[in-house]
């Protein structure tokens, strides 16, 4: 009885999230038609989820407020840090960078109703909410006009390339490390065949710095997505922070005394929800659904999607390889579900007889989570296990997948994974290294003078598989907890209703 009660009030919650969508939509029609236009005719815009070998969380801040739609973009401080920032990294501003800002001032955000401003500026307890609701609103517009840029003919060639089948599709899950999506991005102007790819960054953070680096593609299409539920969208509420909540380490009996909101639903360790942890997991699955299924310039897409995080980084053949890999699948392992270009083991020395090299195995988490590709087919096996991949109690994406494979899927994965990786990691911090710094600029040069020392032996004209691995489910060994709280079950599963 009392979980009956609990879910009605978390379909009301839903309900109520539902009612904030339409309210965005208010606030968008409310910009005017004069508004659509430009935004449309400019092609305006649009955390790491990677593997845990342990169940330890730490907090983190929340991100500060986001600016007010119509604010300009970049400010000129914003600008500065901007281009401080890639100093620091070691990178020149890239030719597209140096007119982020401009390219930002065309994206043709909607203007802001001169009553909200006034309240805005005069403050009190009606402008943060204002805000808030005035920035959903963009969110809510700018994931339903989709609008492609990256320079002219973009969009174009990438049309054209898809109508081929020779268009491919990179997906990049971006929180709110700038210096570590420059690299990315360096590394993908660098890619060959980047001409022919849609990019679509998904972010759970809006910030001048990011929308300034999306504004500087200028060498494929790329398409800005926003994650709706973000915490910063809802800082003091679910599925954000609410001040009502459980703190994470009180106890259930003191919970229940207390009366917080969650009480009944620690996870399998006794602890309660952290939002910033629970996050990653929605917007991983909020973007599979989003990109599949929403996304119109993918809509008769038929080869795999590559899906990346910030802190990735790309050999320039990677994409050349993804083809490959995505071509030996259809000839020696039709049933391989996903593909894995990315490895977190250490390559040194000479790639000579290794480059062209490929392994099948069985899919492991904390393996073959990084460069991960597949197609519309496993999407949809995916989809069926909607229940089991928003129930299964812990907060990191990968595990789960590693027990849908054992679960609930048809079948345990096999994977497609070169013996010479094509994506390097360059987060050797973060979400589950807290304790160390961030350098990203270093790891990328290390990644880059392994690459030149081995230049010849890159874009291989062929691909084999050189090892065949035994192959057997396999369990996650360990559940990590953080995903015990019955709201952020019903907002995962809702997420094809809530587009």
């Known amino acids: 009885m009392r979980l009956r009660i609990y879910k009605r009030k978390v379909l009301a919650l839903l309900l109520a999230v539902g009612a904030a969508a339409a309210c965005a939509l208010a606030l968008w029609g409310s910009a005017g038609p004069e508004q659509e236009a430009p935004a449309r005719a400019a092609g305006g815009a649009g955390g790491s989820g990677g593997s845990s070998s342990s169940s330890k969380r730490e907090g983190e801040p929340p991100p500060s407020a986001p ?153 494929c299409a790329v398409l800005q997505v926003f994650f709706p539920f973000s915490r910063q969208l809802y800082p003091a509420e679910f599925p954000g922070s609410d001040p009502r909540d459980c703190p994470r380490d009180l106890g259930r009996a003191a919970a229940l005394r207390r009366g917080c909101l969650n009480a009944r639903y620690p996870d ?32 008769g897409h038929r080869g795999p999607i590559l899906f990346l995080e910030e802190d990735h980084y790309l050999a320039p053949d990677a994409l050349h390889v993804l083809q490959g890999l995505w071509a030996l699948r259809d000839r020696e ?22 480059a062209d090299k490929v392994e099948l ?17 496993t999407y949809r096996q995916l989809l069926a296990c909607t229940e089991a991949f928003c129930t299964y109690d812990d907060y990191n994406w990968d595990w789960t997948l590693q ?58 004209e062929t691909l084999t598989v050189s090892k065949r691995y035994p192959l057997a489910p396999l369990s996650p060994h360990v559940k990590n907890g953080g995903w015990g709280d019955i709201r952020d079950h019903e907002l995962c599963k809702s997420y094809r209703r809530l587009q």
């Open 67 to 219: 600016p007010v739609p119509g604010d300009p973009q970049l400010p000129p401080a914003a600008a500065a840090a901007a281009t401080t920032s890639s100093s620091r990294a070691g990178l020149a501003p890239g030719p597209g960078e140096k007119a982020a800002a401009a390219a930002n001032a065309s994206w043709g955000w909607p203007a802001v109703e001169a009553a909200e401003e006034e309240a805005a500026e005069a403050g009190g307890p009606n402008a943060s909410l204002a805000r808030l609701q005035r920035y959903r609103a963009l969110v809510y517009r700018l994931n339903f006009d989709q609008p492609v840029r990256g320079g002219p003919g973009a969009a174009e060639r990438w049309r054209a390339g898809a109508g081929a089948e020779g268009g491919l599709a990179v997906v990049v899950q971006v929180h709110d490390r700038g210096a570590h999506l420059r690299q990315l991005l360096a590394s993908l102007r660098r890619a060959a065949g980047v001409e022919r790819v849609l990019l679509v960054l998904s972010h759970d953070v809006w910030s001048p710095e990011l929308n300034a680096l999306a504004a500087s593609v200028d060498f």
């Open 361 to 377: 195995k069985t899919w492991k988490s904390t393996e073959h989570n990084m460069g991960l590709a597949f197609g519309r087919d």
């Open 268 to 299: 399998s360790f006794g602890h309660y929800r952290e939002a910033a942890f629970a996050q990653t997991k929605h917007h991983w699955w909020w973007k599979l659904h989003f990109v599949w299924e929403r996304v119109r310039a993918l809509r």
């Open 333 to 354: 392992c039709p049933d391989c579900q996903v593909l894995s270009l990315g490895t977190y083991a250490p390559v040194r020395g000479s790639l000579a007889g290794r």
């Open 403 to 460: 027990h849908l494979t054992v679960a609930c899927l048809p079948r345990f994965w096999k994977v497609l994974v070169p013996e010479v990786p094509r994506v390097f990691h360059t987060g050797d911090c973060g979400m589950h290294h807290k304790q160390r710094a961030c350098q990203p600029a270093a790891q990328a040069a290390k990644v880059d003078a392994l690459l030149d020392a081995n230049r010849q032996h890159l874009f291989p």
